[in-house]
């Protein structure tokens, strides 16, 4: 399963840095793309990163109903980010939610990418590929920020928070059927 996620990740990855570069995050002292996946992390921040995505994994199954002898696996996924907006007083902050909505659902198109062994370098193309389900955008919620988290600006306030599931769909490296 390992090289369904590093899979997925790489290609949203990739696919944030030609959309749009200048999303970036600064963890560790690395300033990098926008995506995280928590469970990649040496140290998970304190307080989520704004402005970014963060992939979290969810429970991984068998797919029912197959014709096939290897088995077609499914993976939840989910995908949360927040904002505080652009601006110090915070007003933009729908606007600057709907646009981390679009770019989700624009690196998440097209639905594929091939399944590639990314423990190596170069990596290595596995000969499948992973497929996967347009984001489920969940209703917008607001957070109480901690009265330390605010704005690089200063100004404390309230963000807006969104989260977006989705299955992701592979064949694993065991033949198991």
């Known amino acids: 399963m390992q090289f369904t996620k590093d ?8 696919r944030l840095l030609s959309l749009n570069p200048l999303q970036t995050v600064t963890l560790d002292g690395t300033t990098r793309p926008a995506i995280i996946v928590a469970e990649n992390e040496l140290v998970i921040p304190a307080r989520p990163v704004s402005d970014a995505f963060y992939i979290e994994w969810g429970a991984a199954q068998v797919v029912q109903q197959q014709v096939s002898d290897r088995g077609l696996m499914e993976m939840e ?6 904002t505080f907006g652009t601006v110090q007083s915070g ?14 659902l624009s690196i998440c198109a097209p639905p594929r990418t ?3 062994d990314y423990s190596q370098a ?9 497929l996967w389900t347009t984001p489920s955008l969940s209703k917008v919620s607001g ?30 490296e065991v033949n198991f059927l």
Request: net charge positive.
């Open 122 to 130: 170069p990596s290595v193309d596995l000969g499948t590929s992973i």
């Open 143 to 172: 957070s109480d920020a901690a009265k330390n988290e605010g704005l690089p600006r200063g100004n404390e306030g309230v963000r807006l928070e969104r989260s977006a599931s989705l299955k992701v769909f592979f064949f694993p």
């Open 7 to 14: 899979s997925f990740y790489m290609a949203l990855l990739q």
């Open 91 to 104: 007003v933009d902050r729908g606007r600057t939610l709907a646009a981390l909505d679009m770019e989700l």
């Open 77 to 82: 996924c989910l995908i949360s980010y927040h």
């Open 114 to 116: 091939s399944k590639r």
